[in-house]
């Protein structure tokens, strides 16, 4: 009865998460653009599937002087995106708001071109994405479309996707048509990864000049990147604004051989994005974080004041996985726990029972102190979890120690020997002349 509680708590509170989050229900989106009458126009089947995801909002210039992201300390709008060219802000935003905007929680999906402006470029920078240089594009001479792209080889079919259910569920298999400036990532970063890359032969370069030395080529050549943020926000900045576009949209793909190879898959892959970026897949939700005695001091003790030294004790938590409205059992083999005093001296992986509960059972270490339980669940395209919980262990008590152990019996046989030797000695000193 009390499990079915608890998992019945869980469920609501996913429920409600996905209900404010995942379904976009009573979100304010603002969308930024250089010319607002003609993105409403070029762009119609994107701005209309946000709508009908639950989200309202309106389309403003992005330089206008009216512009306004906050009100004293209360943000007017939840979700951002921005369609960017060569116009700087306008208004009382400028690149530090945008920064605090998605520092507060906020999400944004930033979309550029070649002629992007410089407070953009530092926008991106600011949030671990860098830009290629003003006036270069993305060219690829192998993998282009021939339809749009005959002349300079700048409209390209990329297909080197992420690899992760959370962003792409299933995967695609037709291509992106991208016109559009290149991006980058640093190697080591912790935040960011690329949700399409380039081909082997794409780089970045002028169209209208002769390519001697591409600083962006290949798979380091980033088309669109994703940022999963430490407080969880997250930001998409993507090197097209065509790729989101009707004519984009309703394109067909064309090799250099003339060869027609369908619909890409643009509106997809878009969506995908735009759902990935607004939290509406890939949200992990952790409750119900317990611990007890299974033996040792209090066995049965759920949430002990402290343990005692090599305890067995049991850890369990509850994730659930919430995607496009509803929420179900997360599973995975790689979520890990760890009992930290500084460094860890327990890290073992949790098993699931199918239904979102993870647990496992551990030794606590024979080391006095003050110690963490922590779960740092990280992985590609999922939201993170990061939960501890602090719990004291104490060394024995005087009087729980056996009362005899065996280290100690040669101990005890010498003690034996002696008060044996002097009896033997004494009776022999009383008892004879």
């Known amino acids: 009865m009390a499990r079915s509680s608890v998992l ?82 306008g208004g009382a935003v400028d690149v ?18 070649s002629g992007v402006s410089e407070e ?11 830009v290629d240089a003003s006036g270069h594009s993305v060219i690829d001479h192998f993998n282009y479309d021939a339809a749009t792209g005959a002349t300079d080889h700048a409209a390209v079919l990329a ?3 992420v690899q992760s259910e959370a962003v792409l569920p299933g995967g695609l298999k037709a291509p992106v048509l991208y016109r559009g400036v290149g991006l980058s990532i640093a190697p080591g970063s912790e935040t960011a990864f690329a949700a399409l890359r380039g081909s082997p032969t794409a780089y970045s370069g002028r169209t209208d000049a002769a390519q001697t030395d591409a600083k962006l080529a290949g798979p380091a050549l980033t088309l669109v990147a994703l940022v999963q943020l ?33 619909a890409v898959a643009n509106e997809a892959f878009c969506t995908a ?79 699931h029972d199918g239904a979102g509960r993870f647990s496992t059972q551990v030794k606590v270490p024979d080391t006095y102190g003050v110690f963490k339980w922590v779960l740092d669940y990280r992985r590609l395209g999922y939201s993170y979890i990061e939960l501890t919980e602090t719990v004291p262990i104490r060394p024995f008590k005087h009087n729980e120690y056996e009362r005899f152990i065996v280290q100690a019996y040669p101990y005890y046989a010498s003690i034996a020997s002696m008060m044996a030797g002097f009896l033997a000695v004494g009776a022999f000193f009383l008892w004879t002349k």
């Open 8 to 89: 019945l708590a869980a469920a609501l509170l996913c429920a409600a998460a996905v209900a404010a989050a995942g379904a976009g229900q009573q979100q304010r989106l603002l969308v930024l653009a250089d010319d607002p009458a003609a993105i409403k126009t070029s762009h119609s089947k994107f701005l209309a599937s946000l709508k009908q995801r639950g989200y309202r909002g309106n389309v403003k210039a992005i330089g206008s002087k009216t512009l306004q992201l906050k009100e004293w300390d209360d943000w007017l709008y939840d979700k951002l995106v921005i369609f960017g060219g060569s116009k700087a802000l």
């Open 96 to 113: 530090e708001q945008l920064v605090e905007f998605v520092d507060a929680g906020h999400d944004l999906l930033l979309a550029v071109d």
């Open 120 to 130: 953009l470029r530092a926008l991106a920078d600011q949030l671990g994405v860098d």
């Open 159 to 161: 297909s080197n996707y």
């Open 230 to 262: 430490r407080n969880n926000a997250r930001v998409a900045v993507a090197g097209s604004v065509d790729m989101f576009s009707d004519a984009a949209f309703a394109a067909e793909a064309t090799d250099r051989q003339n060869k027609n190879l369908g």
């Open 273 to 351: 994005v735009s759902k990935w970026t607004f939290q509406e897949r890939g949200v992990l939700r952790a409750s119900n974080l317990s611990h007890r005695v299974v033996s040792g001091a209090h066995p049965g003790a759920v949430k002990p004041e402290r343990y005692r030294i090599n305890d067995e004790v049991e850890f369990s938590v509850d994730i659930q996985e919430c995607a496009d409205g509803a929420c179900k059992a997360f599973k995975a083999s790689d979520v890990q726990v760890e009992l930290v005093m500084l460094d860890p001296y327990v890290r073992t992986t949790l098993t």
